[in-house]
């Protein structure tokens, strides 16, 4: 397997646009998992889903943000519009119930970049 | 709710030396235990894992770390490191049962020759 892909790697925007960024967990994973690392806040989870359904969405920062998860093998996290202190890499992760449980795969990130 | 604290912000040490990196939980459920680490622009990657069983637990390249339950702790310890292993080092909770993981902030292992 792959491992978790999320695109792009690096992103850089203008204040007020909208941003897009994308996963695709390991196939047979029913967990998926969106974090953002920033110097100030560490490692923080903004949402995650059970079977393609949000279970927490207790840290998504504000409305500004939406994730959603169409299918087993896709998920999106938005922002709208995007400010300059969202800069941050945002990690998608993923986990399985069966063979190695609670055990996340992290995906190699994206860097976005608010200007 | 769980939390996790990693008391130091910053370990230098000088290649082949011996190293641990601290980590407290909080709880007061059972939990799972992780040490995961990130090399520079890299994503995290899972270094070892507590579920259950022997309270020392072995990973990769040479690192382990124990559980103590009583001083609700989860050290990591390497008894040589490389120059390689110059990472950023997060430890992390689960709550028995559940998928979502906890970190702490980070320590910065700098391993200099």
């Known amino acids: 397997d792959a491992g978790v892909i999320q695109s792009p790697r690096h992103e850089v925007t203008e204040m007020g646009q909208e941003v897009t960024l994308r996963c695709k967990p390991i196939?047979?994973?029913?967990?998926l998992f969106w974090y953002r690392q920033t110097m100030m806040r560490g490692l923080e989870l903004l949402i995650y889903?059970?079977?393609?359904?949000?279970?927490?969405d207790s840290g998504m920062p504000e409305d500004r943000f939406s994730a959603k998860m169409p299918n087993a093998s896709f998920s999106t996290l938005k922002i709208q519009p995007s400010e300059p202190r969202d800069s941050a890499v945002y990690f998608c992760a993923s986990s399985g119930t069966e063979g190695a449980p609670v055990t996340a795969f992290f995906g190699q990130g994206t860097r976005l970049t608010v200007v | 709710a769980q939390s996790v604290t990693q008391l130091d912000s910053q370990v230098p040490v000088f290649e082949e030396a011996p190293v641990e990196l601290r980590c407290n939980y909080s709880s007061s459920v059972s939990v799972y235990l992780f040490w995961y680490v990130q090399y520079p622009n890299q994503g995290l990657q899972l270094l070892l894992k507590?579920?259950?069983?022997?309270?020392l637990v072995k990973g990769i390249n040479g690192f382990e770390a124990e559980f103590n339950k009583s001083q609700t702790s989860f050290h990591l310890r390497k008894p040589s490191v490389h120059i390689s292993d110059t990472a950023e080092y997060f430890c992390a909770v689960s709550v028995t049962g559940f998928q979502k993981l906890v970190f702490g902030t980070g320590t910065r292992l700098l391993v200099s020759p």
């Open positions: 507590y579920l259950s069983g022997s309270t």
């Open positions: 196939s047979g994973h029913d967990y």
């Open positions: 889903f059970n079977n393609n359904v949000p279970i927490d």
